[in-house]
């Protein structure tokens, strides 16, 4: 079974930095593109970023392109983002997505989200 | 502003039809069969319900259909049911212009 837990949610004053983490168990990790999507209420979805599944490739939406960086490791099944720079509008609940199938458009797998808050 | 147009409710009585859209460009909906669309349940993640503008993932019940003519997709749910309520966002590929994907602002549907 597939699972995606993310951590390193949290609160943080304007211009500061997060990292988020997302262990992936119950398929092979090296196999998928991975992605981080976000909700917030005002807004809802919202694609942030995406990696191949070699690394080889980054995209980033343009809001957050130059402050967030996507990376993963896959010797330890994990993905990661680094938020710099963090705004107000960055505040949501992140959720590591992955495709239903391999080479799919679409995020079939979800975790339960790590809220991060961007205020002083 | 959403890159893809939803409305912002819809609602509907138990054992009826309803009907979400969503509207998009030439550039997202109206290019590529990759319009997905998602469940959401207040304080849960969002649950993938059609994918590639009228496939059903294995488990979705098949109250949930999708369809697409040019720059619009819907998404149907028929025989309603009160666990259907929920918001329900549309998304599309878009390419690689700002952002390689894009949603809609979601749907809350009401059983009434």
């Known amino acids: 079974e597939v699972h995606l837990v993310e951590s390193g949610g949290g609160l943080v004053q304007p211009g500061g930095s997060l990292r988020l983490s997302c262990v992936a168990s119950?398929?092979?990790?090296?196999?998928?593109?991975m992605s981080w999507v976000r909700h917030t209420p005002g807004k809802g979805l919202e694609w942030v970023a995406n990696i191949k599944n070699d690394g080889s490739a980054r995209n980033y939406v343009d809001s957050v392109k130059g402050r967030f960086t996507i990376s993963r490791d896959d010797p330890k099944n994990s993905l990661f983002l680094q938020m710099n720079s963090l705004r107000a509008e960055d505040t949501a609940v992140y959720y590591c997505?992955?495709?239903?199938?391999?080479?799919?458009?679409?995020?079939?797998?979800w975790g339960l989200g790590t809220l991060v808050t961007v205020s002083s | 502003q959403s890159a893809l147009t939803q409305p912002a409710s819809v609602s509907g009585s138990p054992g009826q039809s309803i009907t979400i859209s969503c509207t998009g460009t030439s550039s997202d909906v109206g290019s590529y069969n990759l319009v997905s669309w998602y469940q959401q349940h207040p304080g849960k993640a969002p649950k993938l319900m059609i994918y590639?503008?009228?496939k059903r993932p294995s488990g979705v019940s098949n109250r949930f259909s999708g369809s697409k003519s040019g720059n619009t997709a819907s998404l149907t749910i028929s025989g309603l049911q009160a666990e259907d309520e929920a918001d329900y966002y549309c998304?599309?590929?878009?390419?690689?212009?700002?952002?390689?994907?894009?949603f809609g602002g979601g749907t809350e549907l009401t059983v009434l």
């Open positions: 119950g398929f092979t990790f090296s196999d998928y593109w």
């Open positions: 998304c599309s590929y878009a390419g690689t212009r700002s952002t390689n994907w894009v």
């Open positions: 997505a992955r495709a239903l199938y391999s080479g799919n458009s679409d995020w079939g797998y």
């Open positions: 590639e503008v009228n």
